[in-house]
């Protein structure tokens, strides 16, 4: 990119015409016959025609199984997206009668999209140390370019370029293996369950199969970690011990970019393999316990019926109440203007109703419990009782509760033998407690 070129002339063009790319599976499987076709074929022509694309499209449908009434519909949506994203382009200048006629031309944006999915699509698995090997192979030969380099130019052109081609290389081909091992994993933890459909002999031969596939992968990812990781640090810190006496602009941004990918590189190795290694540990215990021990399948057979049988026996849970949390602090959160309440008159009082705010029922609460312990005791639920005619809402009762009995408990003498449920109201039941004077 250009460094003069200013900020606003990159980005508002892209947001003025809202630029964006939205493909479908579908569309870049179409994208990508497409340029197979142009390349191989024997004319050298840059375009291809309408009537060839649907030939296309149609035997992606054969590997795709959708709706055959429909093919046509997805064909022209998918022709749409990829000439909005520009992919495709029309190869002609005037207006055609007849859409058939019509021939189309990719642009360098299909091109790169295309070539790009292709490469990831034709990853053969190669090991991670034969790509650490062509990698360091590279160093090598930057190490020799930066011994005999005694220029800037030298520097730049010989060892920096160098250094951050093959830092694009390493991290492409990385990244594929990755993806790839990704795909196997995903396969690995889903092996396990089709065993249970197999018989014994099968599940054998695709267990010891499956073995010597982790066990390959963790040998892999192991010498990648233990040798090749080891020397690409040794020949890059080689360059950087050469490039101190020149100081090339530059090459520290590239060297830390280098450092910091090759340890995020061994990070990413070093818990694939931990993964891998928990996988060969499922993989051979199904094989030890289930498979040698159980030849005659009966443990696996029953486990087969238990996921296929619903149990005979069944387990019935009761709802419980809900409990209500008895917190002395939520009685400062009471509501300033409760409504009126009418008076009601409780058994065993003779008190007159009288409306009191919700800052005062602890002092109303202290009044009722001096009463009551003055004619020789005091029970919970009684003052609670007396008191809830002053409250706004009943459910404030769990509010005052544990400040309630830390008064109680200290005015008189508790009584152990009085800890009876006694429900005040039809929402609330409060375990009972009883001081005496």
Known sequence: ???SLPFAEIVQPILTEERRLD???????????????????????????????????????????????KAERRMSESMTRLLNAGCLTKAEIVRLRLSGDAEYQLTSLGESVAEWHVTQSRFSGEPLTAIFKAFINQITRIVEDAEKATTPDDWHWDVISQMQHALRDMLVSIHRHQNA????????????????????EESISQCEEQLSLVIKTIEDLQEAVLSSTSTAFSLIDRIADLAKPHAPKGFDAVYDDLVRRLQSTGAWITQRAIDWMDHHSVV?????TIIRVDRQRRVTDALKRSIAEAPDWSLEVADEPSFYR??????????????PRTAKKRDGYTREFEEVPPDAIPELLIRYLVADLANGEARASKLFEAALPSMSNELRVAAYFPWLIGQMVQAGKLDPNARDWQRITPLIEIEELRVTK
Not at 24 to 41: F, G, M, N, Q, V
Not at 326 to 339: F, L, N, Y
Request: aromatic share 6%; proline share 9%.
């Open 23 to 69: 493909l479908w599976p579908r569309d870049i499987a179409l994208l990508a016959t497409i340029k197979y076709e142009i390349e191989r074929s024997p004319d050298g022509l840059l375009t291809i025609p309408y009537s060839a694309i649907q030939g296309l499209s149609s035997r992606i449908d054969l590997l795709d199984v959708k709706d055959p009434q």
């Open 284 to 288: 051979h215990t199904f094989l030890r």
């Open 326 to 339: 008895m917190r002395a602090d939520i009685a400062r959160t009471a509501p300033s203007k409760p409504p």
């Open 1 to 3: 990119m250009d460094q």
């Open 181 to 200: 091992l990704d795909r196997r994993h995903a396969e690995m933890r889903a092996f396990i369950p089709t065993l249970l459909t197999a018989n014994s």
